[in-house]
């Protein structure tokens, strides 16, 4: 259902979402639940009757930003004493209930399984407020079946693109990983209930859908095998033939589940975009071992070649860490001298920062100091930019196709879209390209943007 009808006697609610994917995805989830129970969205926190922070808890910087914002936040009862204040997520799966002394003036503590709860929960905390006797609660508990409570959507017009969940949590407990703490055992939705997702979503306009998960190729790793294929690659394969739907992509993968039968599926099934977001983390055997990661440099390269033999025109992304604990200048030069070889589109890189509760703070190897790990991160990113420039020349005049999402979010004056490659594309354009699948000639680049004319469009 697109976005309801929403007045101002209606109590409002404003959703702050720190992270990822998912947890952009947990949080529409949560608004579209409020929405039904007759809650509008609150342009600011300052209007609000309701604020939920949504948070994230991959470094402890995440985890600051979002306790520095509830102190902030708390002075606004000074004004709007009935204000409602909560935590919602991965901080908050992680703190739990301790979260109250933490930060006084707190009513709600919502984990990652309990999404489905906030509304009977907000509702409780305000009726409490309002009259007079504010109470504080706190679900962290796990719950058998949360991972299908994530599966409704707050549509807004002309919107073409949307996330899917189709599992939660993850059983490969990397070393440096706080996921596996904040976002349990691994679920997988059932199979039947995404396609009725999707189908909904298409019938609704999308075109588009990114399926989510935090190992999404090892999606239902414990359904049958089906004609020699995994459960993703049936998923994929449904969703391949629903009409109406143009594309499909998927992250975040893990190089375990990366197996012959989902490399086949690029060039097989049309509309699986041909971009691979491929975390690596280090080029070192070393590093990729006390991490936990489960392969080494030469299959991960392995992997690759194959992703390219089967799709050269593949567009390949990742994540690395530098400075991991014990990380010497030649486990630096093995990730350097892979991410050269496989030369990837684009990359992510993040200096490891310790996170309490994971196997990596008991490393016993020697802590890489700030200023290494801020030297050896730029090494990277130029070596990502010095690239992409030069890919950027070759793509100039070439037509690709893009999906139009609508204004540029650095000039609203401007369309922009992505291609297959998921490489985000700009031009000039008018309402009427909105929500178009177009060919259109690249015309300049910076190396990760391109730009588009739009004389050659129509
Ligand atoms: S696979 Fe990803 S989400 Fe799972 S533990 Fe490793 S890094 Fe974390």
Redesign the pocket.
């Known amino acids: 259902m697109r976005t309801p009808r929403e007045n101002k006697d209606q109590p409002s609610v404003y959703l702050k979402t720190y992270g990822c994917q998912m947890n952009e995805r947990d949080s529409e989830q949560v608004l579209r639940q409020l929405q039904d129970r007759g809650y509008r969205a609150a342009g600011s926190e300052k209007e609000a009757d309701v604020i939920l922070l949504n948070t994230c808890s991959v470094r402890d910087l995440a985890e600051q930003k979002a306790l520095r914002k509830m102190v902030n936040l708390r002075a606004l009862r000074k004004k709007n004493p009935g204000v409602v204040l909560g935590f919602l997520g991965c901080m908050a799966q992680r703190r739990g209930g301790a979260l109250e002394k933490e930060m006084t003036g707190l009513d709600l503590v919502v984990g990652t399984q309990k999404f489905h709860r906030v509304p009977e929960l907000v509702e409780q905390a305000r009726q409490a407020r309002l009259g007079g006797r504010p109470g504080f609660w706190a679900e962290v508990a796990e719950e058998e079946g949360s991972e299908s409570t994530i599966r409704e959507h707050v549509l807004t017009p002309r919107q073409v693109t949307a996330f899917v969940s189709v599992m939660q949590g993850?059983d490969?407990?990397?070393s440096f990983?706080i996921?596996?703490t904040t976002r349990g055992q691994e679920r997988s939705r059932l199979m039947a209930e995404i396609v009725a997702e999707v189908r909904g979503l298409v019938g609704q306009g999308i075109r588009e859908v990114t399926l989510l998960g935090?190992?999404v190729n090892l999606y239902g790793r414990r359904m049958p095998i089906r004609e020699g294929k995994s459960a993703f690659v049936q998923l994929l394969e449904q969703l391949n033939q629903l009409e109406g739907l143009d594309r499909i992509r998927f992250t975040?993968p893990?190089p375990r589940g990366m197996k012959a039968d989902l490399i086949g599926c690029y060039g097989r099934l049309e509309k699986l975009c041909e971009h691979l977001h491929l975390p690596v983390q280090s080029g070192s055997d070393r590093i990729l071992k006390q991490m936990g990661r489960g392969y080494t440099a030469e299959q991960y390269r392995r992997i690759v070649d194959q992703v390219r033999q089967t799709c050269p025109e593949i567009g390949l992304t990742t994540d690395v860490i530098v400075g991991y604990p014990g990380e010497t200048e030649a486990d630096f030069e093995a990730t350097r001298k892979l991410m050269e070889e496989v030369d990837f589109d684009n990359g992510f890189i993040f200096r490891y920062s310790p996170r309490e509760g994971t196997r990596a703070t008991k490393e016993t190897g020697t802590p890489v100091p700030e200023k290494v790990k801020e030297e050896r991160n730029q090494e990277l990113l130029l070596l990502l930019t010095r690239r992409a420039e030069a890919k950027a020349q070759k793509r100039v005049g070439n037509l690709v196709e893009i999906l139009v999402e609508g204004p540029s979010k650095t000039n609203q004056s401007r369309l922009t879209g992505r291609t297959r490659q998921n490489r985000p594309v700009v031009f000039e354009g008018g309402e009427r390209h909105r929500g178009q699948l177009l060919q259109v000639r690249i015309t300049a680049s910076t190396g990760f943007t391109d730009y588009a004319d739009p004389s050659i469009l129509d």
């Open positions: 993850c490969m407990h990397c990983c996921v596996p935090q190992i975040s893990h």
